[in-house]
Structures are given as structure tokens and as C-alpha cells.
């Protein structure tokens, strides 16, 4: 399901299940607010939002086989994340974006929260659980810099954190 230059409301949900596609959903080049989005059982990527300036109060994703959230080239405010079983990362920030997470939960996946290519991910509150890397900053493609994470409240084990020589992560 896409979303391509599109003004959301305030109180617009978005549910998804089953998908088949590359992105459950795809919002590209879109502003606004979107009160939920709630997501399960996608073949790829849950959520992907590019270029676009999103608030969204309520995300809540279970099972994707690869990413369940990908934001890159924008910037982004999420009010709760809740995130379960992603085969790769749960929270994926790229391409000069920022985020801002007011409170997340996220259990069973790879990765917990990456900031990448000139990305700021901010999380306010989190918790994680089972999950192999909890925080991961790093450089990715060379037109860019690292990446930028600011954990409010630490509570990753120091061998669950990376970040490359161009990267920080913040307590």
C-alpha cells in the first residue's frame, strides 16, 4: 500500500496484514499527522516512510522478514512504538532523517535501534527484549556521515552497542 504525496489528518489508521510487496506500506514525499498505523505479517519491510515530514502517534508492528520500520530523507516524531519479531532491524533511521521516539518497545529481533548515513535518532524511553544488537550507529554509504543516537536511559549491555569511528551513541 502506497502513499505518495499525500497531506494526512490527525486522525487517520492505517492497518495492514498479510502483505506480499518489498513495503507493507510505502509513505513517500507526504506531511502531516497519522493518529496509528498498526502492521502484521510482512513478507519485507513493515513501514517505510522517505522524503516526507510525519508525526504518528501509535506504531505497532508483528512480524516482518526483514525491517519492520525504515525512515530515511525526512524527519519524523513517533509518540509508541511497540515492535515484535523483526528478522532484521526494528527501528532503521538513513539519509540525513531524524527521529524522535517518545517511548518504544521492541522484542525478538536482530536489531534493536540503527541510526545510519547522517541520521539522528532520538529515543526518549525504551525497553528491549531479546534482541541481538540493542543500539547501532554507523556510516553506510560514502556520500554521507555516521549516525547520531541519543539513549535517554541506557539499559543495552555495552557488547549489545556499535558504532564506527563516525558514529556516536549518547547516554
Given at each position: 500500500?502506497?502513499?505518495i504525496?499525500?497531506?494526512?489528518?490527525?486522525?487517520i489508521?492505517?492497518?495492514?496484514?498479510k502483505s506480499?510487496?518489498?513495503?507493507?506500506?510505502n509513505i513517500r514525499n507526504?506531511?502531516?499527522?497519522?493518529h496509528?498505523?498498526?502492521?502484521?505479517?510482512?513478507?519485507?519491510?513493515?513501514?517505510?516512510?522517505?522524503?516526507?515530514e510525519i508525526?504518528?502517534?501509535?506504531?505497532?508492528?508483528?512480524?516482518?522478514?526483514n525491517?519492520?520500520?525504515d525512515?530515511?530523507?525526512?524527519?519524523?516524531r513517533i509518540?509508541?512504538?511497540y515492535?515484535?519479531n523483526c528478522?532484521?532491524?526494528?527501528?532503521?533511521?538513513g539519509?540525513?532523517?531524524?527521529l524522535n521516539?517518545?517511548?518504544?518497545?521492541?522484542?525478538n529481533?536482530?536489531m534493536?535501534?540503527?541510526?545510519k548515513?547522517?541520521?539522528?535518532l532520538?529515543?526518549?524511553?525504551?525497553?528491549?527484549q531479546?534482541v541481538?544488537?540493542?543500539?547501532s550507529?554507523?556510516?553506510?554509504?560514502?556520500?554521507?556521515?555516521?549516525?547520531?543516537?541519543?539513549?535517554?536511559?541506557?539499559?543495552?549491555?555495552?557488547?549489545?552497542?556499535y558504532?564506527d569511528?563516525?558514529?556516536?551513541?549518547f547516554?
Open positions: 500500500m502506497s502513499f504525496n499525500i497531506k494526512f489528518l490527525d486522525n489508521n492505517i492497518s495492514y496484514d506480499n510487496c518489498e513495503d507493507s506500506i507526504s506531511k502531516g499527522k497519522i496509528k498505523i498498526e502492521i502484521k505479517n510482512s513478507m519485507s519491510d513493515a513501514l517505510d516512510i522517505d522524503f516526507s508525526i504518528i502517534d501509535d506504531i505497532i508492528i508483528s512480524k516482518a522478514n525491517d519492520c520500520i525512515f530515511s530523507h525526512g524527519k519524523y509518540r509508541n512504538v515492535i515484535n528478522k532484521d532491524k526494528a527501528v532503521s533511521l539519509e540525513r532523517s531524524t521516539i517518545k517511548s518504544a518497545k521492541i522484542y529481533s536482530n534493536g535501534l540503527v541510526a548515513d547522517s541520521s539522528i532520538n529515543i526518549k524511553q525504551f525497553k528491549l531479546n541481538k544488537f540493542c543500539a550507529a554507523y556510516n553506510k554509504k560514502q556520500e554521507f556521515d555516521g549516525g547520531i543516537i541519543f539513549l535517554n536511559r541506557n539499559s543495552c549491555e555495552p557488547s549489545k552497542l558504532n569511528k563516525l558514529s556516536k551513541i547516554f
